[in-house]
Every structure is written in C-alpha cells, then in structure tokens.
C-alpha cells in the first residue's frame, strides 16, 4: 500500500496562495489516479480535485475551479495542489488519496490510501 505525506498549508491572508505537497512512498504512484479532498471543522469530508493516472485528465470541485490547479510529477512521486485567490471558506485540513485505477473517482470511497492532512487556514 503505498503511503501518502502532505506538507505545504499553513496560514495565509485572504486573496494569498499556497501550494500543497502529496508525497508518496512504498509504491511509484505511476499505477494510482490522486486525488485531493478537504474537511472543514464539523463538517464532512469534501471532494477538492483529482487528476488520472497519466495527467491527461483532471477534474475540479465548482469551489475549486478557476483557483485551485492539481498537477502530479510521477518521475518524484508527488502530487501538487496550487491554490490561488485563497478564501476564508477554503480553512479545512487537507488530504491527499490514491485510488490504484487509472481514472479518478469524487466520492472518498473510491480511494484506497490517504495522508495524515496538512492545516490550510485562511484569516485576516
């Protein structure tokens, strides 16, 4: 099973970026579609982005369009979540997820592995 690290959020004004980092390890990520998802204090799980196997396809949450930009480099076994025009409403832990499958999939079901989440809050 391969194991997944993420780094990368922190604090950030509104309107400010940060990018995130998914790091897997125990197995090359070449065989998983990824995925990233975010949960909000007392709320549930949310889908955020994914990207396929081979990065030729990618998909956005409606929150996430236009800001938010999922890319992988499977030569380092990472994955990226670039999130622009950062909002309050964004605050949530977030975590990476593979799904062994060459297509993504939006429900958290469809993943096999997740990190630990990395803290994103957006304040004045």
């Known amino acids: 099973q391969v194991q997944l690290v993420e780094s990368g959020g922190g604090l950030v004004q509104p309107g400010g970026s940060l990018r995130l980092v998914c790091a897997a390890s125990g197995r090359t990520l070449t065989n998983y579609a990824m995925g990233w998802f975010r949960q909000a204090e007392g709320k549930e799980r949310e889908f955020v982005a994914a990207i396929s196997r081979s990065s030729g396809a990618t998909r956005y949450a409606d929150s996430a369009k236009g800001r938010f930009t999922i890319s992988r480099d499977n030569a380092k076994n990472m994955v990226y979540l670039q999130m622009n025009s950062l909002k309050p409403e964004d605050t949530a832990v977030y975590s990476c997820?593979?799904?062994?499958?060459?297509?993504?999939?939006?429900?958290?079901?469809?993943?096999?592995?997740w990190g630990q989440g990395t803290q994103v809050t957006v304040s004045p």
């Open positions: 997820a593979a799904r062994l499958d060459s297509l993504y999939s939006t429900p958290t079901s469809g993943y096999n592995s």
